[in-house]
C-alpha cells in the first residue's frame, strides 16, 4: 500500500524479502492488485496451477506493509462470521498451503483460549468460566478462560516473505512500490499505475484479461460498491504491543505456558499470544472507534478509483506516538500490567498497529466485481484473516484456473 506520513510503529517481526527489479510488461493474463496474504498466496497458487498464465502482482508500497506483515499472527479457524456454506476446514487447508509451498512460519496449532468475565458473550451466548481455568487475570472484572477453540499462532512475517519466494519461483512478477490508481472496465481490463523509484513517478498501463483486487482495508474504492451500502465495510486501525521475555516462570504464572493465543468473548476486547522465545503480545482498540468513519465513496461508473493522497481514507495519517493513537496504545500498556502480577512492571519492546476492514455481519467479501464478471474482489476479513487470507487467495487462484467456483456469500 501506499507511503504512509504518520507512523503506524514496529511489529516484533520483519519481512525478509524485496522483488526484483523489473520493467512492468505491457499486458498479462492475470493482474493481482495487493502484496498481503490473498494476493501473493493466489499468484503463487495460479502459477503453479497454470504455469502458462502470466500472473503480475502490483504492490503500492512492500509486500505485507498492510494488514499481513502487522497482524498479530493468531490462525482461527472459519470466519469472524462464522462456519460459511462451501468454506471447508481454513485451518487444514493453511497448513497445507504453507507444506505445498515449503514455507516455515513458525506454525503451531494447539488450540486457542476464548476468555469472559461473565456469563454472557458479546452476542448474548451463555458461557461459563472452566473450573480449573489456566487464565485468572483482572480486566474489568475476573477475566477466565470459557473454552478452548482450534486455531494457533504463526509469525506472520515468514509468511509474508515465504509466499512472495514462493511466487516468485513460480514465475510470477512481484513489482513493488507500483500502485494501482484506478480500472478502466473495457475488454480487456485497463489498470492505471503509478510507479515509484526514489524520487521518480512513472505512469504506467498494463492490460489484463483478468484482475484479483485483495487489498482488503485499501480495496474500498475498487471494490465498485461490494463494501458500501448502508452499513459500509469500514476501514480502521487496530493496535498491539509485545513485551520482552518473560521467564518460564512468567509464563507459567499467567496461564500461557501451553502457548494457546487468547481472545476475548465480552467486552472490552483483548486477545494475544507469546511468540517462540516467549515475548508477550497483546492488542486491542480501534481508531476511528465503532460508529466512527474516515471514509469517502466512489461513484465513478466507467472506472474504480484509488485517491492517490489517501489511499488508506486518511488512516495513513495515523501516528502511534501522538494522539488518540497514542492513548489507545498507553492504555493497552496499563491494562496488560493490570492482569497480573507477573506483568506489574513488564517492559514493553514494540508498539505498532494495523488496518483492518470490518464488514457487515463481519461475512468477508469473496465475488466478482458488480461492474466486472473478470474481476474477483476479496477482503473484508474483519480480524479473521490469518489462515482464511491465504486460503480464499488459494481459492481464488483455483477460480482463475478454472478449478474452482465462487461461493455465494452475502454480507448482512
Request: hydrophobic share 40%.
Amino acid at each position: 500500500m501506499k507511503k504512509r506520513t504518520g507512523s503506524w510503529g514496529k511489529a516484533p517481526w520483519t519481512v525478509d524479502f524485496r522483488a526484483k527489479a523489473r520493467e512492468l510488461p505491457g499486458a498479462v493474463d492475470v493482474a493481482i492488485v495487493g502484496g498481503g496474504f490473498t494476493g501473493l498466496s493466489a499468484a503463487a497458487t495460479l502459477k503453479r496451477l497454470a504455469p502458462a498464465k502470466s500472473v503480475l502482482l502490483l504492490e503500492a508500497q512492500r509486500v505485507g506493509n498492510g494488514a499481513s506483515g502487522r497482524t498479530g499472527g493468531m490462525a482461527l479457524a472459519e470466519t469472524a462470521a462464522g462456519n460459511l456454506r462451501g468454506l471447508g476446514d481454513v485451518l487444514q487447508g493453511y497448513r497445507e498451503t504453507l507444506r505445498e509451498l515449503e514455507i516455515e512460519a513458525d506454525l503451531t496449532l494447539p488450540g486457542v483460549w476464548e476468555l469472559a468475565r461473565g456469563t454472557r458473550t458479546m452476542d448474548g451466548k451463555k458461557v461459563r468460566a472452566m473450573r480449573r481455568s489456566p487464565v485468572n487475570w483482572n480486566d474489568s472484572g475476573k477475566l477466565r478462560a470459557v473454552r478452548k477453540v482450534p486455531g494457533g499462532s504463526v509469525d506472520p512475517g515468514k509468511v509474508v516473505a515465504g509466499l512472495a519466494r514462493a511466487a516468485e519461483r513460480a514465475g510470477a512478477h512481484i513489482a513493488e512500490l507500483a500502485e494501482v490508481t484506478g480500472v478502466e472496465f473495457g475488454q480487456p481490463l485497463k489498470l492505471r499505475i503509478l510507479r515509484r523509484r526514489g524520487r521518480a513517478r512513472k505512469r504506467k498501463t498494463v492490460f489484463a484479461k483478468r484482475v484479483l483486487i485483495a487489498t482488503n482495508a485499501g480495496s474500498v474504492d475498487l471494490a465498485g460498491g461490494l463494501l458500501a451500502g448502508q452499513q459500509p465495510a469500514e476501514p480502521k486501525l487496530t493496535f498491539a504491543l509485545a513485551t520482552e521475555r518473560l521467564s518460564r516462570k512468567q509464563s507459567k504464572a499467567i496461564g500461557l505456558n501451553s502457548g494457546r493465543p487468547f481472545y476475548t468473548v465480552d467486552l472490552p476486547y483483548l486477545w494475544g499470544k507469546t511468540t517462540p522465545d516467549r515475548r508477550l503480545v497483546v492488542g486491542s482498540g480501534l481508531v476511528p472507534g465503532w460508529g466512527e468513519s474516515l471514509r469517502t465513496e466512489s461513484r465513478d461508473n466507467k472506472a474504480a478509483e484509488f485517491d492517490e493522497g489517501k489511499l488508506w481514507k486518511g488512516l495513513e495519517n495515523v501516528d502511534v506516538r501522538r494522539g488518540a493513537a497514542a492513548e489507545r496504545l498507553e492504555s493497552l500498556q496499563r491494562r496488560v500490567r493490570a492482569l497480573h502480577p507477573a506483568l506489574g512492571k513488564i517492559r514493553v519492546t514494540h508498539r505498532w498497529c494495523g488496518p483492518i476492514l470490518l464488514t457487515p455481519g463481519f461475512v468477508p467479501v469473496f465475488r466478482r466485481h458488480p461492474k466486472s464478471a473478470r474481476i474477483i474482489v476479496t477482503g473484508g476479513y474483519s480480524g479473521h484473516g490469518v489462515a482464511l487470507s491465504v486460503y480464499l487467495g488459494k481459492w481464488a487462484a483455483e477460480h482463475l484456473a478454472g478449478k474452482r467456483k465462487l461461493p455465494k456469500w452475502k454480507t448482512a
